[in-house]
């Protein structure tokens, strides 16, 4: 029984991926959650320049739905002063895979072309942030721009490219469709979803930005069926990465089976000791495993189309 | 019902039922929450929601029941919008969150501090009072003048109890000893050579030059220290903006108090924060 996963080209060790998001500010976070046995991990989001984010509270639970409401609005500290983190990553052997964001084309292309000569395993394009009043999910819901972007970037670097779409879209069949033609070398499904919180008493929005996206149990079976949809479309054509409130192990074979080649996990490693959580994810997927008779983990992907 | 601890949720509405002047530019709040809790634990912290203004991380000073003090000094437009609160005004609290101080027994409790970091000593100094055997605590605390010493009234009313020794100073000497409390530290380090483990919350620079002191003496037997002074989003290790390198420890969760051994592994303590943007700078 084998945990080797291959994403594309990409060789992973197991499919579990830290999701951009959740502990990916400083290289020291992100190789925490890898040594503690992850395939590979993803970083927060990083632009052109600096961004200070949205005001505080940006990031709270809801503890009723096991989910988490964030407003963040993309704080990083650029992609000049990030890069020393990744280049630690890189010395200390971290598969990393950078996500990327930037409010337009012009922005996009600075920052892959400032990031492109590090030992990046992939850029993951951020199309799809809803915290911001440009850029993010404006870009992610026309088909048109993300293949222009998409397109794009892949001249520019023979780097991987996944494209992670945002759940927020009438017809996300055909955002990945342009992802696809842009020449996009993996599908993430899905981002959080658009949310907010109200406080009755004081009858304010809590979240300092008002609105904010949704992540954690809640999304899952939102993420289930988009994974679904996209395997069923384009299963045949490219790999597909699920996403979106895994919090137990068993949320990782209903990803699989929907025709998830490898997951990505952020709110509950976020929410509890990323160690804890990782063993007890790998013990579950074991256990199944065995039960079910599967050598691999490319067995389970997409078993529930039948 | 009286739960464990208040639940990892969105912020729970408390209202304001006391608001007096602690010391110069800083006030103390009691809020009153809609849930019981058993306790607090001294060195834990709240995030706390001022309506339309800003959340911010705080200590806990005291908590009874479904009373929870503060202290509140005014560091930015967050701590301000709170000082301009009155009484009856709601705002709202997530918490409690991170790891306590754990005293042992059997050992002097040094509890040192300064500036708001005499709030989570506060909370100490009452748990440790709360013990069936008699402790031997000694507080020491320093501010620039008189007026900025925090809970002043309070650990002095202690001390004249005979229920803690105070240690107490200035820089202009305007109350007890001019000087700073290092000074004090070192002599009763140096006088006592029974086992004592020291707990020290305020500015790092300052936890950091008292770590090194710390380690000069053999009877330290260890120090605890709270690093909650740093940006803090979520509270609960989501979002790693407090996290430090090179251990990836986040200050939330990990922490906010750290033992010896650990401080000793993290290379940013006394020497680098991060910013709102995730960016390192020095402290």
């Not at chain 2, 009373?67 to 000094?73: K, T």
């Not at chain 2, 530290?185 to 936890?207: D, H, I, W």
Request: charge should be negative.
């Amino acid at each position: 029984m084998s945990f080797d996963t291959e994403v594309g080209d990409i060789q992973l060790r197991n499919p579990l991926i830290l999701a951009s998001g959740v502990l990916g500010t400083t290289y020291s976070t992100l190789q925490r959650t890898y040594e503690a046995g992850l395939g590979a991990v993803i970083t927060k989001s990083i632009g052109p320049r600096s961004r200070i984010g949205n005001p505080n509270p940006s990031v709270f639970a809801l503890q009723e739905i096991r989910s988490v409401i964030n407003s963040v609005g993309l704080a990083n500290p650029g992609y000049s002063i990030f890069r020393e983190d990744i280049q630690i990553l890189n010395e200390n052997k971290i598969p990393t895979i950078v996500s990327i964001f930037g409010e337009n084309k012009e922005e996009f292309l600075e920052v892959l072309n400032g990031l492109k000569d590090l030992s990046v395993l992939a850029f993951e394009l951020n199309l799809s942030c809803p915290n911001t009043e440009k850029g993010g999910t404006q870009i992610g819901t026309d088909p048109e721009l993300v293949k222009e972007i998409v397109s794009m970037l892949r001249k520019e670097t023979e780097i991987p490219l996944w494209v992670k779409l945002t759940p927020n879209v009438s017809n996300i069949l055909e955002i990945a469709d342009a992802a696809i033609k842009g020449g996009s070398d993996a599908l993430v499904a899905i981002n959080t979803l658009k949310a907010m919180v109200i406080d009755i008493q004081t009858k304010m929005p809590v979240l300092g930005f008002k609105r904010g996206g949704l992540s954690g149990a809640a999304i899952k079976p939102i993420g289930i069926r988009y994974v679904y949809d996209l395997y069923e479309n384009f299963g045949d054509k490219i790999p597909i990465i699920g996403v979106g409130g895994i919090y137990r192990g068993e949320d990782i074979i209903e990803y699989l089976l929907a025709g998830a080649t490898a997951v990505e996990i952020g709110t509950s490693l976020g929410v509890a000791y990323p160690e804890n959580m990782i063993r007890f994810f790998q013990m579950k997927i074991k256990k199944y495993m065995k039960e079910h008779q599967f050598n691999s983990i490319k067995e389970i992907t997409g078993g529930a189309h039948r | 019902m009286t739960k464990q601890t208040l639940p990892n949720d969105k912020p729970l509405m408390g209202k304001i039922i006391t608001k007096e002047l602690e010391c110069e530019d800083t006030y103390k709040f009691l809020i009153e929450l809609p849930i019981k809790a058993q306790r607090a634990l001294p060195g834990q912290f709240i995030m706390l929601w001022v309506p339309g203004v800003d959340e911010f991380p705080i200590g806990i000073a005291g908590f009874k029941e479904n009373i929870l003090e503060v202290g509140i000094a005014k560091m930015g437009p967050g701590t301000e919008a709170m000082i301009n609160k009155q009484i009856g005004d709601l705002v709202g609290v997530r918490g409690f969150y991170g790891k306590p101080f754990k005293p042992p027994q059997d050992v002097n409790h040094l509890l040192i501090g300064g500036g708001f970091g005499m709030t989570p000593l506060k909370l100490l100094t009452t748990t440790l009072l709360e013990k069936d055997s008699k402790q031997n605590i000694h507080v020491f605390e320093g501010a620039r003048t008189k007026d900025r010493l925090m809970y002043l009234d309070w650990f002095q009313d202690l001390h004249d109890k005979d229920l803690i020794t105070f240690h107490v100073c200035t820089d202009d000497g305007s109350y007890g000893y001019q000087g700073f409390p290092t000074v004090d530290l070192e002599n009763f380090l140096q006088e006592n050579q029974t086992p004592s483990v020291m707990y020290v919350a305020g500015p790092e620079k300052m936890m950091k030059a008292i770590f090194n002191i710390g380690k000069k003496y053999s009877n330290v037997m260890d120090m605890q220290m709270s690093l909650a002074d740093r940006y803090m989003r979520c509270g609960f290790g989501a979002c790693s903006y407090c996290a430090v390198d090179p251990t990836g420890w986040r200050i939330c969760v990990d922490g906010p108090v750290f033992n010896t051994e650990q401080l000793e592994q993290i290379s940013d303590f006394g020497l680098y924060k991060r910013l709102e943007s995730g960016e390192k700078v020095r402290i």
